[in-house]
């Protein structure tokens, strides 16, 4: 039985110091299951266009209103903010995400990121307009603990009433369609589609009705080569997805909270291994130089423009293909990635030291967290949180982060 315990900051901060202190020392876990090598090519343009909207038809995307993404020439110094916000009522008895509540709690969430704007879309995407092409990036890698389809609705409810965009210009992606689509070949994300947004996996078009399973290989697909990365086969190099590159122009990175055998946990940075085609080559022994590298890739780092982290339900005792074996009830959020994964290594350790059942885990192992440290170095974003907590007590703000144990990061 699952733990719904939230935890205080201070707790958050007391398991952090104890994390900083100790490090498990247990082998590298084998293969991933579903991660393969590469992911196929596919076929054409299923969601370009122009939209219900009238919205006029874009060529390319990821860049006409990305900005200048968040990489630097230099590291980042100070830190950043980054929001989170538990409420233990979110699940119900059953650990089901509650949609009212955690609608209450994105709204809040992006409120607070936004330093209290009335339509916070307007502070976190400012060079947007209502026809920019906005990609919810998701993650359905393991099937048992995706992203929220609750706090995917949410955000595109948020996009649409705050933020007055195209809900047809608002597309939920993944590498494939069929990732997206429950066991009983249901899409989950059917309430977000409900509200006019739209589902394209790379590899997979949606069928005619937008429901039943998609036909394997007839998505947009994926670029060409990049040169200059090092990975396990040398003639392989890795080709971004055409969602993110020509479908659209900004990209929200929904990532869920989970452990990870290679790199300790996946949230900001992990996630842009979903993002092109042969993920298995970054991997072991390359993955804690090519993780940074692969991630300031300008195509992925221009249009990541804010990370919304899912920790409703986390797993961070096993591996990114195990079942959620926490409950915080929490989400998170920030516009510089590294920070939020600063944050996201101190709740992740603090969740290790308080298991449903059977004794404290040991925090993640350090040697498996040189990829912060080199993110860092890359300019990807700050060492260092400033963690903004909404909540009665009054007691909104804590700092933390790498800055405060430099040694989590090898």
């Avoid at 339509?119 to 209502?130: F, G, I, K, Q, T």
């Avoid at 597309?171 to 739209?198: C, P, V």
């Avoid at 990975?231 to 890795?238: H, N, Q, S």
């Amino acid at each position: 039985m699952m733990t719904r315990k939230g935890m205080t900051r201070r707790e958050l901060i007391t398991g952090a110091a104890g994390a900083a202190a100790a490090a498990s020392v247990s082998g590298l876990a084998g293969c991933f299951p579903n991660v393969g090598g590469q992911w196929p090519d596919a076929g054409p343009d299923v969601a370009g266009g122009g939209s219900a909207c009238g919205c006029p038809p874009r060529d390319g995307g990821g860049r006409s209103s990305a900005g200048d993404g968040n990489a630097k020439s230099g590291p980042v110094a100070g830190s950043a903010k980054v929001v989170t916000i538990q409420r233990d009522d979110s699940l119900d008895a059953n650990l089901k995400p509650q949609s009212e509540v955690v609608q209450s709690m994105v709204d809040s969430l992006l409120f607070n990121l936004s330093g209290g704007a009335d339509n916070p879309w307007s502070v976190l995407l400012p060079d947007a307009d209502r026809c920019t092409r906005i990609g919810l990036k998701v993650n359905c890698l393991a099937p048992r603990t995706p992203t929220s389809p609750v706090l995917v609705h949410a955000i595109v409810h948020s996009l649409k009433e705050k933020g007055g965009f195209c809900p047809s210009n608002i597309i939920i992606w993944e590498r494939y369609l069929t990732e997206m689509l429950d066991s009983n070949k249901n899409n989950i994300y059917a309430e977000a589609l409900g509200l006019g947004a739209r589902a394209v996996g790379t590899n997979e078009a949606p069928s005619p009705d937008g429901v039943a399973p998609a036909i394997r290989g007839t998505g947009p697909g994926y670029g060409e080569p990049l040169d200059g990365f090092e990975g396990k086969d040398p003639g392989v190099a890795p080709r971004i997805s055409k969602v993110l590159a020509d479908l659209t122009d900004v990209t929200i990175n929904v990532p869920v909270l989970k452990a990870h055998p290679e790199c300790g946990f996946t949230v900001a940075l992990k996630g842009c291994y979903g993002m092109f085609d042969c993920p298995q080559n970054y991997h072991h022994p390359y993955l804690q130089d090519a993780m940074p590298k692969l991630y300031a890739i300008p195509e992925i780092n221009k249009s990541v423009r804010l990370t919304i982290m899912d920790a409703l339900r986390a797993s961070v005792t096993a591996n990114n293909a195990s079942p959620p074996d926490r409950s915080p009830a929490r989400i998170s959020a920030s516009l510089d990635p590294l920070a939020l994964d600063c944050y996201a290594l101190d709740l992740a350790n603090q969740l290790r030291t308080k298991p449903p059942r059977g004794a404290p885990l040991p925090p993640l192992r350090t040697d498996r967290l040189v990829w912060m440290e080199n993110a860092h170095k890359l300019g990807i974003g700050a060492r260092s949180y400033r963690l903004v907590t909404p909540g009665a007590d009054g007691e909104d703000t804590v700092d933390g982060g790498l800055a405060d144990a430099e040694s989590q990061s090898g």
